[in-house]
């Protein structure tokens, strides 16, 4: 992939990062009752911050959804991804799980702030990461 091609990928992953991250703040804000729309949107954020960081390192992009696994692959080239895992098992169910009636259970407002809150941490984490690098790269 010419660097053309790579820096538009990993532009659109991020901005589909801030959308989910810009869809959950508002649903925050509008409709706190929506929290398993909260969560899925904080998961979305953090999964796609993920991948584009991955695409940034040149390593192939897999589907999943498993928060840990991802932040393995980019510790493979960054240690400081290792601060992630502390809540990376916790955040990794709402892509799915919290979409379907077979795992119901309810998700409290402050759950739902408190996957936010872990989403925007790492949305401001990768993008310092893509913009440091690509600054003094």
Partial sequence: MDEDALNL???????????NIKAAQSLLE????????????AQQCI????????????????????LSYLIYLCT????????FYAFA????PYAVTVRYTDDWREISYDEAFNATRKAEEV??????KLYRTRISG
């Fill in 76 to 83: 493979q080239n960054d240690q400081e991804f290792e601060q």
């Fill in 30 to 41: 509008y409709r706190p009752d929506l929290t398993d729309m909260i969560c899925f949107h």
């Fill in 9 to 19: 990928n990993i532009e659109r992953w991020m901005l589909k990062a801030n959308h």
């Fill in 123 to 128: 949305l401001k984490f990768v993008n310092h």
């Fill in 89 to 92: 098992d916790e955040l990794s």
């Fill in 47 to 66: 999964e796609k911050c993920l991948k584009a960081y991955l695409v940034f390192s040149g390593k192939h992009i897999e589907k999943t959804h498993n």
